[in-house]
């Protein structure tokens, strides 16, 4: 028997406390399969092994899925299935080198110019391609003592001018410990960027309330501050009219908005996938920013597209669309200064 019923919860509307709407959120499989529709015998058989990576999906996001259809795109991106216990060679744990980028607990100084904070181990959703659902965020998760080493570290280095809060998802902070954050960094001179990578405009767009937008308002009120949102949007369909609500006034909080989505097979990997992701961004005045080669963590091999193909992929891209909405295919390499292109090799 399941605990209640899916229908009883699609009464949250907007308005509704955004930690209210998470804590209903689908964390059985087989409780997102029945409200899809789907045959939960058919998903037993395929699943032998519980995820020690649980699933996390928001109702707002599953009632964007395609009711019946198991290869619905947002369903692939959520649902934890078998192929992610198959060790896969080349595949491992930390792809992209952040433990060894770690200045100090949380903080991670790849780039030049700025740092990235991992904020919180928080997410609105548990993507199954996720490349930090290894990191160990018990112990970098920013305390108080760990917190002022933080900002030293960043008062101490004037070559430090964004910084770039990350996680998890930054947004799944308290408005309090966020706003403190955003303060004391803002406070610091030489940083003139903020920067928040996120999925929650996405999958819990309630977040975007009242609260948070006054104190992002206020943020640029009282310090000459550049913020810049980057949302993590793979596909069309993921933007409904409250996702592209909460864009709307994020836009007119003063944020500058870019995308950027992670190639996946199954979900995304065709040009007219990318180029209508790429028209519904630009109808809500979000430039494409990135276009990610997935990283390649362990468990989820079977969404890695070949390397060939997505250069085609892109390819295929610029003969579809103007140059602005062409986002660039990228891949982050351990121990490299920068993200790099994946280009064609010349002939
Ligand atoms: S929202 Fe980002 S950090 Fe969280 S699970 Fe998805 S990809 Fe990972």
Redesign the pocket.
Known sequence: MLSSHPLERIQLNNESNWRTVLKKAFKDPLELLEFLGLDRAEYLDKVKTDSRFKMLVPLSYAEKMQKGDWNDPLLQQVLPINQENIETRGFVNDPIGDLQAEASSGLLHKYQGRVLLVTTGA?????R?????EFPYADSSPDKKQWQNTLDYIQGDNSIHEVIF????PLMLSDDRLQKMCIEIAAIPHVKTLRF???VPV?LPERINQSLRKMFTALSAVQEIQKVMVI?INHANEIDEHVSRALSDLRKDGFILLNQS?LLKGVNDDVATLSELSHKLMANHVLPYYLHQLDRIQGAAHFEVERDRSIRLVEGLRNHLPGYLVPRLVEDISGERSKLPIEKNPE
């Open positions: 997410c609105p959703v548990h993507c391609y996720c490349f930090r659902r990350s996680g998890g998802d990578h996120t999925r999958f993590h992670v």
